[in-house]
């Protein structure tokens, strides 16, 4: 398959933890990989393989994964964390990226 | 620091090519794959294709038949080529590495907005 699946919006108040859920047949055998997108910025990878963070990401952005589900988790979300985020993976032959539509996270 | 840098015109006209560069500074060209990504106006990311840096390419089969993507290691650059271009490829795009087996893209650029032209 071709297709992984975010809701289109998540809002939490600061402090509270925001989750964000990426689904598709692809994901029970590829990793998944997250980004956060702000306007007029490049794209930041967050996560990748499903729950591995890379150097500089805070230690409140955490992944995991269970079937054809990856979750992207905010723990104690700050302002500056509202964005786009956006799920990637591959398709089950490991040739053909696969971005999610995009998760608009608003903090109140 | 790995750094990547598009290049190239900002308004192409319908049915012309659209030509972009990304120059790769910083850091080995060699053993990683390098990508391109677009984003519509309001709308989210959509891969375009990939090449590694011996050559090999792989396409989004939505847009194979008009893509082509090239690789210069002398200068640490690759390009992407898309031709019989419409409004609907008005997009900002994105070139990407790919740090690893796993095919994430763990650097980008920082885009350029093309806009098709009538």
């Known amino acids: 398959s071709h297709e992984v699946t975010q809701p289109p919006s998540v809002s939490v108040s600061p402090g509270q933890t925001a989750r964000i859920t990426c689904s598709g047949d692809a994901l029970s055998k590829q990793y998944a990989h997250w980004y956060q997108h702000k306007a007029g910025q490049a794209p930041v990878l967050v996560i990748y393989?499903?729950?591995d963070r890379p150097s500089g990401i805070p230690e409140r952005f955490s992944g995991s994964s269970s079937g054809t589900i990856a979750t992207l988790t905010i723990s104690g979300v700050q302002a500056d964390d509202e964005a786009e985020y956006y799920c990637q993976s591959v398709d089950s032959n490991g040739s053909y990226v696969i971005f999610g539509g995009g998760t608009k996270l608003t903090v109140l | 620091q790995v750094h990547l840098q598009e290049s190239g015109p900002g308004l192409v006209k319908s049915s012309e090519t659209l030509s972009l560069t990304c120059i790769v500074s910083?850091?080995?060209?060699?053993?990683?794959?390098w990508g391109w990504i677009r984003q519509p106006p309001g709308k989210g990311l959509e891969w375009i294709g990939y090449?590694?840096?011996?050559?090999?390419?792989n396409y989004n089969s939505s847009l194979k038949s008009r893509v082509l993507i090239a690789v210069n290691t002398s200068k640490n650059h690759f390009s992407l080529s898309l031709n019989s271009v419409t409004a609907a490829d008005t997009a900002t795009y994105y070139c990407?590495?790919?740090?690893?087996?796993?095919?994430?893209?763990?650097?980008w650029g920082q885009g350029t907005l093309v806009t098709v032209s009538s």
């Open positions: 090449i590694y840096s011996h050559g090999t390419t």
């Open positions: 393989k499903d729950t």
């Open positions: 990407a590495r790919g740090g690893g087996s796993t095919w994430e893209f763990d650097i």
């Open positions: 910083g850091g080995s060209f060699s053993g990683y794959f």
